[in-house]
């Protein structure tokens, strides 16, 4: 068990560290992902027809093509695509965005997708006499939405919010490819150099469910926590 | 993007799409079998046989199918002499058989909860009628319960269709010269990037809108009783 020993000879904390990147990577994206699909529900509930337009098309666009595709375009393309919004503006250097970065954005705009879909359906859960009701005893937009819409819809969602969780983080080990010190990219190199590839995929898929069976933990326990005062049949 | 381009690109497109088009069929039809014997062993009273079924969708379900590629490809080169021994190296040795095995074992643990989840649904007066008819455990299987799961699941099973779909540009992490490989490789050679990969994410949304729409076709011959058009309900209701 030298090879994973923590220290010079070792990988473990090599391993740690990449499971570390790992959690950020996923925290960071499913947050950002949560923001695109708050945005993205309601550009799909919007009452303007060409508005919802453009709800659908991300969520079919994103759905529709390969995790993998969208992170290659973003990593390729999104260097040249900064350089030239950033050239608008006056700036004309090298600008270089690092794997984190563009693997977060690129990971937040595919679990934002899904995202947008269960927040859309937790919306249209809220039963519409609710609505009326706090209209009726003179609530204005906002506090309807802070009020009524928010908690529910947080409890509505959070089954699905979930399962997308699981997906942003089993879609991190993507972004290895493009070179981010994960789980993925530091098991590749420890297998690399010690010749002992199975040895250490075996490891990082132990990680990932790990990660995976607490997290479920973590969401089961939220799930209790914000249904605690609804009855149950 | 010039007309020439495409023109020249296209054509190299479509031998990866080729390629993806083999591959996915291939390892949905493997997996479909694979998955309908693990539901039946989850669905088992023998703790034994369902305990393994259990295990095997829990552990290919929570780990990424990266992982599952990587160490099915790379991880059998640690135990070479062992797989040349028993005669499996030949097939491990390629990566195409490995990105099979890897796609066929990852759909086969999502499908086979989708099949269990059918199963479960068949109402258990139905089966019951069918043991007072006489039918034997295979003929109820193959009559009754298999054909009612098949409708249960058919709308789940289209959404792990085009999760293959996609899943399958994974192959091209491992030397595979799929519709993403070959994407890349153009990329890589022309340095066109947005163009080049904007083909080829239209053409894998036009398999995904194509499967959809074969999906929801299949459903309603299979179940018309639920898609009567309205008109006819009318009729018959004045």
Redesign the interface.
Known sequence: MGILSFGDGGWGDEMLLGALMTISVAVASFAFGLVLGVGGASLKLSRLAPVRVLGDAYT??IR??????II??LF??GN?AVMSVARLFGYTQYIELNAFTVGVFALGVISGAYSTEVIRGAVLAVPTGQIEAAKAAGMNRLLIFRRIMVPQVARFALPGLGNVW?LTL?????I??IGLVEI?RT??VA?GST?????F??L??LL??LL??FSNRGFNAAERWANRGVRRA | MSIEFIQEVLPRLLGGLLLTLQIVPLSLVLGFALAVLVALMRLSPNLLLSGLAYGYVYVFRSTPLLVQIFLIYYGSGQFRSFFQEIGLWPVLREAYWCAIIALTLNTGAYTSEIIRGGIQSVPWGQIEAARACGMSRLLLFRRIIFPVAIRQALPAYGNEMILMVKSSSLASTITIMELLGVTRQIVSETFVVFPTFAMAGAIYLSINFGLTRGVQWLERRLSPDLYRPRETGDAIAH
């Open positions: 079919t666009i529709g093509i390969p995790d993998l595709l290659y375009l390729f393309g040249g699981q089993k879609d991190t080990s993507l290895s490819v993925m098991a590749s297998s010749r002992e590839p199975f040895t995929y075996l990082a898929a990932y469910m995976a069976s």
